[in-house]
């Protein structure tokens, strides 16, 4: 029997019920995917909406319902299955067009729409000029695969077999995609199954009810644990992009970020004009809805512990206190119909940047410093039948270094994905992994380093072509409050003439013969704090594993080691003298280190910032920093 009333107890039992739906429709979609872009590397999201399209919860950062509103209206109905790729005509949610959103209505009897489930994913192959669909040298979103706006591939039960014949005929790995989609569909069913219990149980009103408190609730705890830790204030950040496929130079997004007693705006306004190339990311639409919520979790930083952090849910109500303004069109976040967006992930992290560093600013310095960004490398080559092998990781690579801790080690910034393991690639690829493991000294230095990234050696079996969709191969991740940045991304190929070629982070097309080794490096983080106040301690526990080298250790960290019977010991005075003698010579630290690439830019005049923007970077780091009231 459905209840009348709902308490704090069943509040939190409609919202955990939420949650493990939405595990239950990932756990679905992994049971039944064929691409390993999605079974095995986990590259997709779930999520679960109520009728008006309101997220309701933060654990996936998930797309956007508005699509549907917008292109059908009220013609939804029980049997429906939503679909679409588009990134002009998704409201700004699905940024290029290997994302394949599906969405299915919840309806509760036959009339009540009740919500929405949805499943998108980076899929293999969707056409396009290169095998994955991510060409770097790409002038229009046309080369990069078939597009779909807003369309029904079941409509009230009926299959429309016309559209998935022409989705299919435009992969390259049709079978990947045919099985990815129907098990898509099949996990939105079953998440619909699970809120349709639900509201059996409570009954819709309540249940709806439920809803409606949960997004108010993550609005009040935003406003009232967060919000009071950012000073008030109008504060700027800039980030960068390194190349667009054909220009090598720093392509900025730029944030002016204002922060009043219980909201803030974010205003893109200054960002670089739009790119030639794949790196723009079209979000100026339904009121920025999508970046708004992409953008909120960075706030859960500033909660009063990493418990309380994870405790957080940033769901629909934190459109309750962002808002956000863009700038005309024709820029990298406003970008006009057509203009390729295959690599948009490069400014969809450094969005996340951008608002951290404008944070760092109006909280003394207690900010996480930058992480690692999305980078795909592979090889593709077709075997003696034609057949197509499409070899594709998406590299993890190193965690900020934070207030209260070092990075994390090789995680993926976007969430829950995975790289390939050696076993499962060398089973179905032409290639050997010869070796994998942590880069030494590639996490920033600081007071709390940053996390590390990997080194990986793999062979190829087989005549392929090499890819490789990365930026920050010369920009570092920053540093923060006196961090160091850390170590960019790099690839080369050791071929078997015994000749070693060096590639940049954006090419695509390039011949790997059999024998040749391919060496992938992964960013590490940004250092959080001055690193002469790290503990030497944790110092000369890095250079005992082989994480850190004895050079580094005295260069960024004044620390000196010497090695007793093969056992790496700590010589105390020699650590004395030497960052006595470091911090003498220094000057005022920084709160922000971006590497010595950017320096170099910098004092070159490749950097052209527009009229009345001052450099955002110029703010000393707080020795012992405190998070002011606002």
């Given at each position: 029997m459905a209840t009348t009333v709902l308490g704090p107890i069943e509040l939190e039992v409609i919202t955990g019920t939420i949650r493990s739906a939405e595990v239950e429709i990932e756990a679905a979609v992994e049971r039944a995917a064929r691409s390993p872009m999605i079974r095995d590397q986990h590259d997709y999201r779930v999520g679960l909406y109520d009728a008006r399209g309101r997220k309701l919860t933060g654990r996936s950062y998930g797309s956007l319902i508005e699509p549907v509103f917008e292109f059908f209206g009220d013609d939804i109905h029980p049997g429906d299955v939503f679909f679409w790729n588009d990134p002009y005509n998704s409201a700004g949610s699905c940024g290029h067009v290997p994302d394949l959103c599906t969405t299915v209505p919840i309806f509760h009897g036959d009339e009540r729409l009740l919500g929405f489930a949805q499943v998108f994913g980076h899929h293999d192959d969707v056409g396009g000029c290169v095998p994955g669909s991510l060409p770097v040298q790409v002038h229009d979103q046309w080369g990069e695969g078939l597009v779909v706006p807003p369309i029904k591939l079941y409509d009230r039960g009926v299959l429309n077999e016309t559209a998935f014949r022409i989705l299919e005929r435009n992969s390259r790995l049709p079978e990947h995609l045919r099985g990815d989609i129907d098990s898509e569909i099949g996990a939105c069913r079953l998440g619909a199954r699970r809120l349709t219990e639900l509201a059996d149980r409570y009954g819709v009103d309540v249940l709806e009810g439920g809803f409606d408190a949960i997004i108010e609730n993550c609005a009040r705890t935003v406003r009232d644990e967060l919000l009071p830790k950012i000073a008030d204030g109008v504060y700027t950040f800039e980030d960068y992009v390194e190349c667009d496929g054909f220009t090598r130079k720093l392509y900025a997004m730029r944030l002016t970020m204002t922060k009043t007693a219980d909201r803030i705006l974010l205003d893109f306004t200054g960002t670089d004009p739009e790119a030639e190339g794949p790196i723009n990311w079209a979000i100026d639409y339904c009121e920025g809805r999508f970046v708004r919520k992409w953008m909120g979790p960075v706030l859960r930083c500033l909660a009063d512990s990493p418990e309380r952090a994870a405790e957080i849910?940033?769901?629909?109500?934190?459109?309750?206190?962002?808002?956000v303004v863009f700038p005309p069109k024709g820029t990298l976040v406003t970008p006009h119909f057509g203009r390729p967006t295959g690599l948009r992930f490069f400014i969809l992290i450094r969005a996340l940047g951008?608002?951290?560093?404008a944070l760092a600013k109006a909280?003394?310095?207690r900010m996480p410093a930058d992480h690692e960004t999305i980078r795909i490398?592979?090889?593709?080559?077709r075997d003696a039948e034609g057949r197509l092998s499409l070899f594709r990781e998406v590299l993890g690579g190193g965690g900020p270094g934070r207030p209260w801790a070092d990075g994390s080690d090789v995680v993926h910034i976007v969430p829950n994905s995975r790289n390939l393991p050696?076993?499962?690639?060398?089973?179905?690829?032409?290639?050997?992994v010869e070796s994998l493991e942590l880069r030494s000294d590639s996490a920033g230095a600081g007071e709390f380093r940053g996390g590390f990234g990997y080194q990986k050696k793999i062979r190829s079996l087989r005549s392929s072509t090499l890819l490789s969709n990365a930026d920050r191969s010369e920009l570092a991740t920053y540093g923060v409050n006196g961090g160091?940045?850390?170590?960019?991304?790099?690839?080369?190929v050791a071929r078997a003439d015994g000749s070693t070629e060096s590639l940049p982070g954006m090419i695509d097309?390039?011949?790997?013969?059999p024998g040749d080794l391919v060496t992938v490096w992964t960013t590490g983080g940004g250092g959080w704090g001055d690193p002469l106040r790290r503990d030497p301690e944790r110092v000369r526990y890095d250079v005992a594993v082989g994480l850190v080298t004895e050079e580094a250790a005295r260069r960024e960290y004044g620390v000196v080691v010497t090695r007793v019977q093969g056992k790496v010991e700590i010589d105390e005075v020699a650590t004395s003298e030497l960052r006595d003698a470091l911090r003498a010579g220094r000057g005022a630290v920084p709160m922000f280190d971006r590497g010595a690439y950017f320096e170099s830019v910098k004092a070159g005049g490749g950097l052209v910032r527009p009229e009345g923007w001052s450099d955002p970077d110029d703010v000393h780091a707080v020795a012992d920093p405190a998070t002011p009231a606002g």
């Open positions: 849910d940033i769901n629909e109500g934190i459109l309750d206190v962002i808002d951008i608002f951290a560093g909280t003394g310095g490398w592979g090889l593709h080559s050696a076993e499962f690639s060398e089973q179905r690829y032409p290639v050997l160091k940045a850390g170590w960019p991304y790099g690839i080369e097309g390039v011949p790997i013969a």
